[in-house]
Structure formats: C-alpha cells, structure tokens
C-alpha cells in the first residue's frame, strides 16, 4: 500500500518569490508520482508527473519537482511565483504495477500569493 | 472533446433522499472512478471501475452504489443520504496509470 505525506497544509509567499511545497510517500512497490493543482472552484489538472528517467520533472506554469527515492520525496518547486498560482496542490503516488491505475493523495497544500 | 463532465454540478439534499450522479467521458478511457473531497483530507477513493460493466470498492465506499452500464458512463448513487456526505464529489477517468483526467466537481449538501 502507498501513502502520501504533504507536510504544510498551508504556505504563504510574496508574489514573485520563490516557493518549495513538501511531499514525502511511502510505498513497497515502485510508483509514478504526480502534482495536481486545484484552482479555487474547480476540478483537478495536472501539474506535471514523474514516470521514469530524469528525476527532474518540469510541468505547467513553470513549476517543477524532483523525485528523490532516497529520501522518498517528490518537493514541488517554483522560483518566482504570481497571483496566478494561489491554488490547493495536491501530490500522488500510484502503483506502477496496478491495473487499476488507482491513485492516492495528499492531503494538499494551500499556496496563498500575498501582493 | 469535452473529457470528462458531471452532473449536476450542486445539489441539496434532505436526511434520508437519495439522488445518482452522472459522470460521462468522451476519451474512450477504460478507467473511472469517484472520489470525495472533504478538507483537510485530499481526494478519498470511493469506487472505480476497470471496464465496462465492473465496479470496485475504493478506500470509502460505505453507503454508496456505482454502476457502469456502459463505457462512457460511471454512476455514483446514493440510497440514504446521510449528513456525513456532505462533500465535494470528483470523478476521473483514465486509459494507463499514468494519469488521471477529471470533471469539474459536484457540490452536494445533506441536510
């Protein structure tokens, strides 16, 4: 079975500065790991995700994430944030091996921008 | 190309009705399933579906019912709508685990 740790539930940051949210996961089996943003009021998109090969992954908007499997971690980075980006981020894991592609979340990250 | 819709998009309910959610995908996705989203506590996995015409028990699949008569649609029921499921409802579909697509969110209120 996999889990998901997001450690800040919430994260402040001045507009153009630069942010790191924080996800740990625990799993037996090898995974695929991704970030998911929600904007307030919608659905969930994919930010970006981690399959296999580089460990820096870079996604939508500028963000990025390194997977470190040493330390089981997969922080989400952005080094100058708008606005724009006040969103709930949510990390998951899944199986890699399953067939059912279920996946498992974080319990998110609330990024609130202050001008 | 829609992805993936829902409806309706809010409801209100009294102690004890009981309403279906539609969830339709228009990406021939194999996969689909139905979360919850409570705060505080991400996306919790109630059903899922890995093909037409089966279903699954996710991580909280108490007092819901599912069905997927056909490919494109997932139906979530609820049979007694209890207070507790007050909730954020998403559903999701996808073709590998690579990754998820989901709708825009159904908003129900039990009161």
């Excluded at chain 1, 460990?55 to 390194?66: D, Y």
Aim: with cysteine; glycine share 8%.
């Amino acid at each position: 079975a996999q889990s998901v740790t997001q450690l800040d539930s919430q994260v402040p940051v001045f507009e153009e500065a630069p942010v790191e949210l924080r996800c740990n996961y625990s799993s037996s089996v090898s995974v695929y790991l991704f970030w998911y943003v929600q904007y307030p009021n919608q659905g969930l998109q994919l930010l970006l995700k981690y399959l296999s090969g580089s460990t820096l992954v870079k996604g939508i908007n500028g963000f990025e994430a390194e997977f470190n499997k040493s330390q089981t971690s997969f922080h989400l980075r952005k080094p100058s944030v708008h606005i724009s980006d006040t969103a709930e981020y949510f990390c998951a894991v899944s199986d890699r091996s399953s067939s059912a592609s279920k996946i498992i979340f974080g319990s998110g990250t609330r990024l609130s921008i202050r001008p | 190309n829609a992805g993936v819709t829902q409806t309706p998009k809010f409801r209100v309910l009294k102690t004890g009705q009981s309403m279906t959610l539609l969830c339709a995908q228009d990406m021939n996705h194999e996969y689909m399933y139905w979360y919850r989203q409570d705060p505080g506590m991400g996306l919790r996995l109630i059903h899922y579906s890995v093909g037409e015409g089966t279903t699954a028990k996710g991580e909280v699949p108490d007092g819901y019912n599912v069905s997927r008569l056909k490919k494109q649609n997932f139906l979530l029921g609820l049979e007694s709508a209890a207070p507790s499921q007050t909730s954020v409802y998403f559903c999701a579909s996808s073709q590998t685990s690579s990754e998820q697509f989901f709708g825009p969110g159904t908003r129900l209120t039990v009161l």
